[in-house]
Structures are given as C-alpha cells and as structure tokens.
C-alpha cells in the first residue's frame, strides 16, 4: 500500500522567495517518488522523479527535491520563485512496477509580483 | 514524436449517453492507464493494462469499462454517464519497471448534464 500526503493545498509566495512544497509518502516498498506540474488547462509535466541514484534531485525551471528516508519526506524547492511558476504541483509515488502511481491532492502555488 | 495523444479534449454529454475516450501512444509502452482528476482529489487510478489483452481496475472503476486490443491504444467506455463522472480524464503509458517516467496525455475535460 502507498500514499502521499501534500501540507498546503495553497502556497502564496513572493516572486524571488524560496518556494517549498510539502510531500510526505508511505509505501510498503522502496519507493520512485515524482513531481509533476500542471498549467492552467494543460496537462501534466513532469518536474523531476526519484528513483534512488541520488537522494537530491535536478529538475527542470530551477526546481529540486530531497529525499529523506527517515522522514518520508520528499519536499520540493525552488530558490527563488518566478511568475511562471504558478501552477498546481502534484507528488506522486509509486511501488515497485509503474502500473499504479498514487497521487497527493496537489498544492496550488501562487506567485505574487 | 506524438507520445500520449487523447481525444476529444472536450466533450459534454447528457446524463445516460455513453461514449468513449480515445487514447494512443507511439512509445511501444506495455504499461497504458486513466486516471481522472477532481478538484481537491488529485488524481485518482480508473483502470490499467499491463500489456495487450490485459486490463485490471485501479480505485475507482464504477461506470467504466476498458479493453487493450493494441499495444498502442487503451479506450475508456462510459456506459451509462452521470452527472459524477464529470472530471477530466487523462491517460498515461510507460514501461514497467519501477522509476520509469510516466508520459501522460493532454487530458480530456468531460462535462455530464
């Protein structure tokens, strides 16, 4: 069995403030960890994944995320934020095949000028 | 190179239609699944196939039904569309092994009145 939780359903930041989204996850095996961004009516893209080779991880647009076993944590960073960043975030985690990936609720990050 | 290509991208029915959303990819993946989102609910596993001929229920499988004639193509059939099934729908394929990236489509927005 797996699961994710996301804290903050919405983060509100300023544009050049840290942006840290929350993820914690359970999962009865080793787990492949996933963020994915969603635009306004588009579809889902995939930030950065998780997949044990390293526990902090480079994404795409300036993104990261650390994986910390002893926390099931899996939050994702950003230095400095950007307009274009608002979208809604998803973490997703999934077991030992691909067939069944376990979504959080999504955090809806807002960008202030 | 096309990948995850859903279609229509909107539909609305009336309650009691039935229809049926369209899903190819060109990737040769054996994994293909649908998932449906709802506001608050992240995204949540309809159905997944595992290879041609080969279909299984994900979480929420009521009212809706799915065949894997084709590596290629997974449709997803609404029998009987109710107002609850008014969500947007997006598939995904990938290959098994776990940490493999999950491609998904565009998503189609389905409004049931």
């Known amino acids: 069995a797996q699961s994710v939780t996301q804290l903050g359903s919405h983060v509100s930041v300023s544009e050049g403030a840290l942006v840290l989204l929350r993820c914690n996850y359970s999962s009865s095996v080793p787990p492949y960890l996933f963020w994915y961004v969603q635009y306004p009516n588009q579809g889902l893209q995939l930030l950065l994944k998780y997949t044990s080779a390293a526990t902090l991880v480079k994404g795409i647009n300036g993104f990261e995320a650390e994986f910390k076993k002893s926390e099931t944590s899996f939050h994702l960073t950003k230095p400095s934020a950007h307009m274009s960043d608002a979208a809604e975030y998803f973490c997703?985690?999934?077991?030992?095949?691909?067939?069944?990936?376990?979504f959080g609720k999504g955090t809806l990050l807002t960008v202030n000028p | 190179n096309a990948g995850v290509t859903q279609t229509p991208k909107f539909q609305v029915l009336k309650t009691g239609q039935s229809m049926t959303l369209q899903c190819a990819q060109d990737?040769?993946?054996?994994?293909m699944s649908w998932y449906r989102q709802d506001p608050g609910m992240g995204l949540r596993l309809i159905h997944y196939?595992?290879?041609?001929?080969?279909?299984d229920q994900g979480e929420v499988p009521n009212g809706y039904n799915v065949s894997r004639s084709t590596t290629e193509d997974f449709p997803l059939r609404l029998l009987s569309a109710a107002p609850s099934q008014t969500s947007v729908y997006f598939c995904?394929?990938?290959?098994?092994?776990?940490?493999?990236?999950?491609?998904f489509g565009e998503g189609s927005w389905l409004t049931v009145v």
């Open positions: 995904a394929s990938s290959h098994p092994e776990g940490g493999n990236t999950i491609y």
């Open positions: 196939s595992v290879g041609a001929g080969i279909t």
């Open positions: 997703a985690v999934s077991g030992g095949s691909n067939y069944k990936l376990t």
């Open positions: 990737m040769n993946h054996e994994y």
